[in-house]
């Protein structure tokens, strides 16, 4: 009974990774409320690893869903072809730009992981950076530009840049990675559907790395998973690739007819939300105050 209750457990996390990871609406600030009333029976390192590892599914269904958008080699009658056929260019020019706006957040991550988690990852900070960004978003729909750029292959290397330094500011939990890109991006002249795929590619090398050096960390650390470990990281990673499915293809039909003022507002209530939350622990159930 205790193994089932930790596989549903595993099911809510990854629903949870599946919609607010690509939503503009922080999975730190969701899982921080989840993790208040549905804690593993695990230990607190493998937690860590978890919560960030479980966005490999996430990651899968960028991979799928946009496949023949990313897949930088030609295509005939529906199969890809090898290496040594011709390669499309515009879309390794896309890869490039993917990559120059990650190099940013995947030098200071791995510089300052540790400090990040030690510092920042609490209810305090999410609350902050929730509502504010919240706010960011709802003053730039009030003020809103007229897109340049439409389509991804017209992104320039200097938009790229611009939505790589603002990902720097997703390194701050509570922050949302796609919302930070997706603000950057609207910011510097593109289109809502535009920069909202342009964060959704981002997110395949940043995911990997971020996957790959919590990995290697858990393991460093000496740490082993167990076969219980094991399966609950799996079934955790599936629902979000299942849920993520739906929610891309949600924000990608949502944001053509609307504004993301909706999302400014959800952030907002649950920023105040986290901020009640911690203020109860920390009256009530004398839960230690956030690390400076």
Known sequence: MDFILEILKAVVYGVIEG????????????MILAEQVLKFQ???AFMEMFRVVIQLGAILAVVVLYFRKLWPFCVDNGQTVGFSRHIRWPVMHLWFKIIAACLPAAVLGILLDDWFDAHLYNSLTVATTLILYGVIFILIERRPRPPRTAKLSRITYRQAGI???WQVLSLVPGTSRSGATIIG????GMSRPCASQFTFFLAIPVMLGASGLKLV???GDGNQL???EVTVLLVGCVVAFLVSMLAIRFLMDYVKRHTFTAFGWYRIALGIVVLVVWV???VFFKTPAPAA
């Open 280 to 282: 109860v622990q920390a």
């Open 42 to 44: 695990f230990s607190d």
């Open 185 to 188: 991006g609207t910011l510097c």
């Open 19 to 30: 919609i607010t990871e690509w939503l503009p609406i922080s999975s730190t600030g969701h």
């Open 163 to 165: 939505v790589g330094l």
């Open 226 to 228: 167990t076969g219980a």
């Open 217 to 219: 960390k858990f393991f």
